[in-house]
Nanobody, 126 residues
Framework: QVQLVESGGGLVQAGGSLRLSCAAS????????MGWFRQPPGKEREFVAS???????????DYLESVKGRFTISRDNAKNMVYLQMNSLKPEDTAVYYC????????????????WGQGTQVTVSS
């Protein structure tokens, strides 16, 4: 059974940085795509970034100008970990951040992901 456990969220001042971690377990993820999504208060869940477990190809929500160039997704195959490095944080980055997995190619669709973590809260104060 696939399990995804996020950590690393918290309260940070605007301009600060956080690194979110996602521990993946339960199977071999070599064919999987891992993604990070976020859900701001009162809004729908939105795509942030994804990465292919094998090869490390990445895809970002470039249409979200607010994250472009500030967030970096990466993975550590040996540890079965996926990370989201977030720099120059802004109050509008406040959200619950979710790790997700799909046994297929890169996708930005929430509905395209089969497995989800419980989420970690990120709060950015102004």
């Amino acid at each position: 059974q696939v399990q995804l456990v996020e950590s690393g969220g918290g309260l940070v001042q605007a301009g600060g940085s956080l690194r979110l971690s996602c521990a993946a377990s339960g199977r071999t993820f070599s064919s999987y795509t891992m993604g990070w999504f976020r859900q701001p208060p009162g809004k729908e869940r939105e795509f942030v970034a994804s990465i292919k477990w094998t090869g490390g190809r990445t895809y970002y929500a470039d249409y979200l100008e607010s994250v472009k160039g500030r967030f970096t997704i990466s993975r550590d195959n040996a540890k079965n970990m996926v990370y989201l490095q977030m720099n120059s944080l802004k109050p509008e980055d406040t959200a619950v951040y979710y790790c997700a997995a799909r046994p297929s190619s890169i996708s930005s669709r929430t509905s395209g992901y089969e497995y989800w973590g419980q989420g970690t809260q990120v709060t950015v104060s102004s």
